[in-house]
C-alpha cells in the first residue's frame, strides 16, 4: 500500500505568503506608499460604521445591564470608547475625506491607525469580561455571542488594511483568554482552545482578504498604467506614424479626421469632415481600372453592415502616383446597442504590397535562371489539370544536363551557374509563349507543352531542345561540351493528372541517363515495372547486407615484365537467393543513390582486410571508395578500424578513388589523402583520363599509382592502335615524371599485354591473367602461382572461378600464349579449356 506522503511548507515560503497579504513585494516605495493609501482609505471609509457600532453597544450595554453601570470598570471602558470615537475615528475620517484620492501612506500613519483600533478591543474586551464575569449563565450566552460577532465582524471590515484588522482581532482575542484564564478558568476552561482555534481562523480570514485586496490594487494599477500607455501611443501615433485615425457618424460621414488624413489626401480638415468616406475615396480612384474601382464599393458595403471588417484594400492615385490604403475599423454603438458610426483606422501600405509581391516573385522564380523554380512549376501543373472530367492534351520534357556535377567540382560552382544560365537562355529560345519552362533544382529543367497530342511532335522538339545545346559553352577558357538526357511523358496517353506525367516523366529521364548521354526517351509502360524492380532490388540489397548475401571477389594484379603476382582488387558481388547473381552494375549505382554504399563500402574494406591477413607475403589488396562513402563516412577512422581488426599490415592496403570522388571538395581530399598516406595507406587514382581534372591538380594529389582505364586499353591490339599507344603512353610518362606507379586494367589479350609492356607499363589485370575468384580460390591460386604450379593456377582462375557477369570471355588464343609462356603443357591447357567449355 502506497505510503502517504505529507509536504510541510519552509519557513521561506510561509514568510513569502505572509508578506504578500502585507503588502505588494514587487512594487517600489512610490508605488508601495500608494497601496498603503488605497488600504488605510478602505478603512477610513468604515470608521463611520464602526463608531455608530461602538456607540450602539455601549448604549445597549448600559441599557441591558444597568445594575452594573456604576461600576468603576464599566465607566472607564465605556469612556475611552467614547473618547476614542469622539477623537480619533471622527476626526480622521473627517481629515481623510478632504485628502485627494491615492494619496500616499506611512507605515506609521498604519500603526498608529491599528493601535487606536486595538485599545478599542482591549476596551471592548475588558467590558465584556468584566460583565460576563458578574452576570448569570443566561445573560453570559449573549455576550458570548455579541463579542465572538464583534471580532468577526470588525476584523473583516479592516481586512484591507492587516495591521488594523490582526490588531482588532489579536487584542479581543488575547483579551478574552486571558480573562477566562483569570477569572473564570474552572468553569470555562474549555473556551480558551476553542476562542484560539477561532482566533487562528479569523486571522487566516484576514490575511486571505488583505491578499485579495492587494491584488486588485496591483490589477488596477496595472489596468491604469496600460490606458496611459495606449493613450501615449495613440498620441504618438497621429503625430508620428504613417498611419491614421478615422470616425464617421451612422451615414458614413467623416465626423473625425487625421491631421495625417488631410495631409495625404490635400485637403484640409474642414473640407473633409462631413464627406461620406468610401464617396471621398472613389474621388481618389484609378479612372482607368474597373476592377480597382469596385473595390469602393466593397468599403461601402462593409460599412453599411454591423460586422467589424480588416485590411479592406483599396488604390488610390496621389500626385499621379498610385498608392495603396488598407481599412480597418469596428462599429460605435450607441447605449441601447445600435450601430452610431465607425471608429478604424486607415495605412499606406504600398510599400509591404510591393515587398510582398517581390517575395511571392521569389518563392516563384529561379533567382540564378529567371525560370520558374519547382514551387511555381508544380502549381501551374497542377492547376492545368484541375478542370475534374477533362484531361488537356500536353507533353513533358524532363530534363537533366550530362556531366554536369563534374564541370561543377572541376571549374568551381561560379563556372558551374553561368553554365546553368546559358543552357536557360537557349531553352527559351525553343520553346514557344504558352509553354512552361522551369528549373526544378540543380541542372535538372523541366518543360511542359500544352496541345501537344502526336508523339513525332514531342520527337521533334526534343531534338530541336538538344540541337540547342549542342554547341559548346566556352566559360574561363575552358570549353565545354554541354549536352542532356531527356525524359518525356504524355498526357492522357501516359497520365491523367500531375503527380503521374511528373513520375512518367522522371522515370522516362532515368532510362534516358541509363541508356548513356544526349539521350531521348519517352515513357513506356515497362519503364514503371523496371523502377518497381529496382525498389525491390533495393530492399533486397538491404536485405543482403543483413543476411550475408554479399561476397568479395579477388582479380590478381600482376607484373607485367616478369609476370609476378603483386596484389589483387577486391571486387564485390550479389549471390541472391532467387535471381542468382546480381551483377554489379545493377546495385553499386543503387546503393550510392541510396547511400547503402555507406555501410556496403565498410563492409567490403572489413572483409577484403581479413582476407588479405591471410595470405602469404607482402601481396596487397586494393579496395574501389566510392565518392558517397569519401563524403559521408569517416573513412579514416573505417581504414584504421578495418586494419586494426584484420591485423594486416597498413603498406598491405591500397585505396582506390576515382577523380570525381576528390574533386568533390579538392581542398579537404587532398588532407585526408595525405593523412591516410601519413598512415601508411597508398592511394591508386582509378580510370585515369576519364575526368576533367588539370595537370597541376593531379600534381597536387598524394598519390602512388595511375590506373589506366579499360577504354584505352581495348583498342591497344588494333591495327589503327596509334591513337590509343599515343594516349597511354602520355600517361605512363606523366605517371613517371611524378614517380607514380601505372597499371593498366582490362587486359584481356596478349597483344595488349606486349604493347603496355613495349610502352613501359608496370603492372597489369584482367582476363588475360585471372578471373575475378572467391577468398578460398584467391587462397589456392597464390598456392599454385608461387610454388609455379601454373596450370594449376590457370585452372583456378579460368575453371573454377565464379562466372563472369558483366565481362567479356577470355579469348582461347590469348590463354595458350600466356599459359605456353609460363610453361604450361599443352595438355593442361587443353583440359583446362575443354572444362570451362
Known amino acids: 500500500m502506497p505510503s502517504l506522503t505529507v509536504q510541510v511548507p519552509s519557513w521561506h515560503s510561509v514568510r513569502s505568503f505572509l508578506a504578500s497579504c502585507w503588502e505588494d513585494p514587487d512594487a517600489d516605495a512610490t508605488l508601495a506608499a500608494q497601496f498603503r493609501g488605497r488600504q488605510f482609505d478602505a478603512v477610513v471609509a468604515q470608521l463611520p460604521m464602526f463608531s455608530l457600532v461602538t456607540l450602539v453597544l455601549i448604549g445597549a450595554a448600559l441599557a441591558v445591564f444597568q445594575d452594573y453601570v456604576d461600576r468603576p470598570m464599566v465607566v472607564v471602558c465605556a469612556a475611552l470608547l467614547c473618547l476614542l470615537v469622539a477623537f480619533i475615528y471622527v476626526p480622521v475620517w473627517r481629515a481623510w475625506q478632504r485628502k485627494p484620492d491615492d494619496t500616499p501612506v506611512s507605515p506609521r500613519s498604519a500603526w498608529a491607525l491599528a493601535v487606536a483600533v486595538a485599545l478599542s478591543g482591549i476596551a471592548f474586551s475588558c467590558l465584556s469580561l468584566y460583565l460576563f464575569n458578574e452576570v448569570d449563565d443566561q445573560r453570559r450566552v449573549l455576550i458570548a455571542g455579541v463579542v465572538a460577532a464583534l471580532i468577526s465582524t470588525c476584523g473583516w471590515m479592516f481586512a484591507s488594511l492587516p495591521q488594523a484588522a490582526l490588531s482588532w482581532t489579536l487584542s479581543m482575542s488575547a483579551a478574552v483568554v486571558i480573562g477566562i484564564a483569570v477569572l473564570q478558568w474552572q468553569r470555562f476552561a474549555p473556551l480558551v482552545p476553542l476562542m484560539s482555534l477561532y482566533a487562528f481562523a479569523l486571522v487566516g480570514t484576514v490575511l486571505l482578504t488583505s491578499r485579495q485586496f492587494l491584488k486588485r490594487l496591483r490589477a488596477e494599477h496595472a489596468l491604469t498604467e496600460q490606458h496611459q500607455l495606449v493613450g501615449l501611443l495613440l498620441n504618438d501615433f497621429e503625430e508620428n506614424a ?88 469596428k462599429p460605435l454603438l450607441d447605449t441601447a446597442g445600435a450601430k452610431c458610426g465607425w471608429r478604424g483606422v486607415a495605412s499606406d501600405v504600398t510599400d509591404q504590397r510591393e515587398r510582398n509581391n517581390e517575395l511571392l516573385r521569389q518563392a516563384n522564380l529561379d533567382s540564378l535562371t529567371g525560370l520558374g523554380n519547382r514551387n511555381f512549376f508544380n502549381r501551374r501543373l497542377a492547376s492545368f489539370f484541375s478542370t475534374p472530367g477533362l484531361i488537356k492534351p500536353c507533353v513533358l520534357f524532363m530534363l537533366d544536363l550530362d556531366n554536369f556535377k563534374t564541370v561543377n567540382d572541376s571549374l568551381g560552382h561560379a563556372a558551374g551557374d553561368v553554365l546553368l544560365c546559358e543552357v536557360a537562355r537557349r531553352l527559351r529560345g525553343q520553346v514557344r509563349r504558352d509553354a512552361l519552362l522551369a528549373r526544378l533544382g540543380g541542372d535538372e529543367f523541366a518543360l511542359l507543352v500544352p496541345g501537344v497530342f502526336e508523339r513525332e511532335v514531342a520527337q521533334g522538339l526534343g531534338n530541336r531542345l538538344q540541337q540547342a545545346l549542342q554547341a559548346p559553352c566556352v566559360i574561363n577558357d575552358h570549353r565545354i561540351e554541354v549536352h542532356a538526357s531527356i525524359g518525356v511523358g504524355c498526357a492522357p496517353q ?324 600466356t599459359i605456353g609462356r609460363r610453361g604450361v603443357p599443352l595438355s593442361h591447357w587443353a583440359a583446362a579449356t575443354a572444362a570451362r567449355q
Open 242 to 329: 504613417s498611419d491614421w485615425l478615422w470616425e464617421t457618424d451612422g451615414d458614413g460621414r467623416l465626423t473625425r479626421v487625421s491631421a495625417r488624413l488631410a495631409q495625404t489626401t490635400g485637403l484640409s480638415i474642414d473640407a473633409l469632415r462631413g464627406q461620406v468616406l468610401w464617396d471621398m475615396l472613389a474621388n481618389l480612384a484609378p479612372a482607368d481600372n474597373d476592377a480597382l474601382r469596385d473595390r469602393y464599393q466593397t468599403l461601402a458595403q462593409h460599412m453599411r453592415g454591423v460586422s467589424a471588417f480588416h485590411d479592406v484594400s483599396l488604390a488610390v492615385v496621389l500626385q499621379g502616383k498610385r498608392r495603396w490604403w488598407s481599412f480597418t475599423a
Open 494 to 817: 501516359d497520365a491523367d493528372n500531375a503527380e503521374d506525367l511528373l513520375k512518367v516523366a522522371d522515370m522516362a529521364l532515368y532510362a534516358a541517363k541509363a541508356a548513356g548521354r544526349r539521350t531521348l526517351r519517352f515513357f513506356e509502360r515497362h519503364m514503371e515495372v523496371d523502377a518497381r524492380d529496382k525498389l525491390g532490388l533495393l530492399a533486397d540489397l538491404s536485405d543482403a547486407l543483413r543476411e550475408g548475401q554479399l561476397e568479395v571477389h579477388y582479380q590478381p594484379q600482376v607484373r607485367l615484365r616478369d609476370n609476378a603476382l603483386i596484389g589483387f582488387e577486391a571486387l564485390v558481388r550479389w549471390r541472391h537467393p532467387s535471381r542468382g547473381m546480381v551483377p554489379p552494375v545493377q546495385f553499386i549505382a543503387l546503393a550510392e543513390d541510396s547511400g547503402l554504399i555507406v555501410p556496403l563500402g565498410r563492409w567490403v574494406l572489413e572483409q577484403a582486410c581479413r582476407d588479405a591477413a591471410q595470405w602469404p607475403g607482402d601481396k596487397r589488396v586494393a579496395v574501389n571508395v566510392s565518392a558517397v562513402e569519401f563524403e559521408q563516412a569517416e573513412i579514416r577512422q573505417v581504414v584504421r578500424e578495418a586494419l586494426r581488426v584484420s591485423a594486416l599490415p597498413v603498406q598491405r592496403l591500397e585505396l582506390e578513388l576515382t577523380e570525381s570522388t576528390l574533386l568533390a571538395d579538392s581542398v579537404a581530399a587532398i588532407k585526408l589523402l595525405q593523412d591516410l598516406r601519413d598512415d601508411g595507406v597508398r592511394i591508386a587514382l582509378d580510370d585515369f583520363g576519364t575526368g576533367f581534372s588539370s595537370l597541376a591538380y593531379l600534381r597536387n594529389l598524394p598519390l602512388d599509382k595511375l590506373k589506366i582505364d579499360r577504354s584505352f586499353v581495348r583498342t591497344l591490339d588494333d591495327k589503327n592502335n596509334e591513337q590509343s599507344v599515343a594516349i597511354v603512353q602520355a600517361i605512363h610518362r606523366l605517371a613517371s615524371a611524378l614517380g607514380l606507379d601505372t597499371i593498366a586494367e582490362g587486359v584481356e589479350t596478349e597483344a595488349q599485354k606486349l604493347a603496355l609492356k613495349r610502352i613501359g607499363c608496370g603492372l597489369g589485370q584482367g582476363y588475360l591473367f585471372a578471373k575475378a575468384m572467391t577468398g578460398a580460390q584467391t587462397l589456392e591460386f597464390i598456392e599454385a602461382y608461387e610454388n609455379d604450379n601454373v596450370d594449376l593456377a590457370m585452372t583456378i582462375a579460368h575453371v573454377k572461378a565464379p562466372p563472369q557477369l558483366a565481362d567479356q570471355d577470355l579469348r582461347v588464343d590469348d590463354l595458350r600464349m
